[in-house]
């Protein structure tokens, strides 16, 4: 198949940020690439070859995409499966499968592969809806504290809650849930392995999500996690262990905690690439956007490994700012030496929301947790006064 | 000034590979960009804000584009000076400006501007056309051999001549052109000075190129340049010199011969990104198209330091091919640690067409340069049969 300046393309359902990280990779390769998203304000708009306009979640929609190209991806998990569904038994190649895809976007189904599977992994009992939690809380077959979880669609911590009493259910929507066992860890951890169509299979090392102290919120992804690399190793086959089980193709990124006698425990998979994996952009030998383009395209896999250490920094929308966006003191932290910020191209800054990220590599890792500190201390993402 | 994810709007004359190498970095930001190319099949086709089909040598096409933007920029030094005249002359900011690129553009008034600023560079006299020269070859002011050069619109080896007989001069065409001395050199070497509007100047390390020992064309461009520490620090200060004697702002590529005995020669300079920085995209804490967006926007510059030794391959047209383009063997380079392909996004090959190039990085330098050679000798830019 040559894909080079050719008249192949590639699909990607979805047009957010990790769209437009795969384009830049697609545009680098000369890769024809059609994009569906339901906004015509997506970070997609530009760098696609076409930009489509229309609802992910629309059967005929999506179908009528899938029609129109050769290869057919996504960028986020929620999108009409019955479509991919019909497109595969056509023939169509569409990587991560909507199998795949099944198995994963029901948080209670993806729990429960992991128990069948051996693969290890907290506790959890599934409910039909939050009156099912309910009953169980009050025949004790659930006790308090628990972590709740909506079955589908949730994303970065929307839809997850920690519930210690009865009082903290009460805000909760009435759909499909879990409920799941706390277990107290020493480390958030994340490995994304890569596995192409012919079955050659690689992992990037093992990442390490630094909480803050105080507001429990991820402040860095650092690559390499500072973790004993026995614990790293285990990681990485857990990791391994998970992508094989769902035959997965394309990315697939395994959320993992470590526990306080280092037991690993998945958490949660995303079959794409990742935010724990934004770091690769400018620290390893193949970034994860062009990992997941080869993986798909049964191309040859990259080295995964880092040429220098990095650590990533979310860039939210701050408390307080909501319209047109500005980026404070971001001249300030380009003075430092490795700082990249990558702005995904959202015009209206919200409390809260992703508007970019910033990377920060060096060759000492002490070095760059000190400048990531700086840079978190200084960036400010506000809107125009 | 407020750049990312506003309404400020950045200009590129000249829609090739240099330029959709600029647009990632311009996404990657969101930043705002308009191009202007005569072809709608140019390369950054897709990637712009918006893509205008015209004219880089008409006034009107230019002034007109110009007047659109908030700075302007190019990625082809040959556009209608007059229309960046009259947009400077009316407070429209110009990187670089008219007045550097008119030294630049004739090659007879670059090479005089290097002897009036004292910066070391071969002898050289100008004509006005080849009868000029044909008459102070009679009269034995120049003589056999020497190097011709055609004033104006001459790139990559185009326009360029080794003259040892008259017969040489036969197919010369009847232009303004000069006559310079040969000078046998060791090595060819190339600086990337970046200089921004406020004035903050760095080097990138320098780079080598090495030449096939038979055909004598360059084969691989090498960074850092395999030579004593003195020598590059004086070619570092070479071009340095050159950026501050032009008061240039943006990039300036500064080609220079290493003679016999380590002296450094200018050969000539390109005033925006260069081939002789493709490798820092994959090397570099800061690739060459980031830091010439730096410079014209005047933000802080970025690292120039290296993070592994890079490599890079052109990827031409082979010989005896003309129609669509396959790459063969893409998929077996790809397979190799550290080996990144750039395609441009020409769909045509043409013998000697540039249609990308590769980029071959590793931490140990023989390492990559043994890689070079494998890609070197299995990639083939060929057409479908």
């Known amino acids: 198949m040559n894909y080079f300046s050719s008249d192949f393309k590639l699909g ?9 990280m795969l384009l830049a990779e697609t545009r680098k390769f000369d890769i024809q690439t059609y994009v569906l998203d339901p906004s015509d304000e997506a970070p997609c708009q530009f760098g696609a070859t076409k930009f489509f306009k229309g609802s992910l979640m629309d059967y005929d929609t999506v179908y009528q995409f899938g029609k129109a190209v050769d290869v057919l991806t996504i960028e986020i998990e929620n999108v009409n499966l019955d479509a991919l569904d019909a497109l595969e038994a056509e023939g169509k190649k569409v990587y991560p499968s909507p199998k795949t895809l099944r198995m994963i976007q029901n948080k209670g189904r993806q729990k429960d592969f992991y128990a069948e599977n051996n693969i290890p ?18 025949k004790n077959e659930v006790t308090f504290p628990f972590v709740w979880k909506c079955a589908e669609f949730g994303y970065d911590g929307n839809g997850v809650k920690i519930v210690r009493s009865a009082q903290d259910l009460t805000d909760l929507p009435e759909v499909e849930c879990i409920a799941e066992q706390m277990v107290p860890f020493k480390n958030e951890l994340a ?31 650092i690559c390499p996690a500072r973790i004993d690399d026995k614990v790293a190793d285990k990681a990485r086959n857990v990791a391994l262990k998970v992508s094989e089980a769902y035959n997965h193709i394309g990315l697939l990124a395994v959320e993992m905690f470590q526990t306080e006698d280092d037991q690993i425990l998945v958490n949660e998979v995303a079959p794409r690439p990742h935010n724990s994996g934004h770091y690769s952009i400018e620290a390893s ?32 929308g701050a408390e307080g700012f909501s319209g047109p966006v500005v980026y404070e003191n971001i001249e300030k932290i380009m003075a430092i030496d490795g700082v990249t910020p990558h702005i995904y191209g959202k015009r209206e ?28 201390n200084n960036i400010r993402v506000i809107s125009v006064q």
Do not use: C, W
């Not at 030998?285 to 383009?293: D, L, N, R, V, W």
């Open 12 to 20: 990607i359902l979805g047009g957010g940020q990790l769209g437009k």
């Open 121 to 138: 992994t907290s506790f959890h009992i599934r409910f039909a809806d939050l009156t099912g939690l309910k009953n169980a809380l009050d």
């Open 191 to 221: 490995v994304i392995v890569a596995r192409n169509v012919s079955g050659e299979i690689k992992t990037y090392p093992v990442v390490e999500m630094e909480f803050h102290p105080e507001a429990n919120q991820v402040e860095y992804v």
């Open 285 to 316: 030998y193949t970034s994860q956007f062009e990992q997941h383009i080869r993986s798909i395209l049964d191309l040859p896999l990259g080295n995964t490994d880092s040429k220098v250490a990095g650590i990533m920094v979310n860039l939210v």
């Open 349 to 376: 800054t919200r409390p809260f929301r992703k508007m970019g990220h910033v990377t920060i590599v060096n060759e000492n890792m002490a070095e760059a947790r000190k400048i990531a500190e700086e840079v978190k």
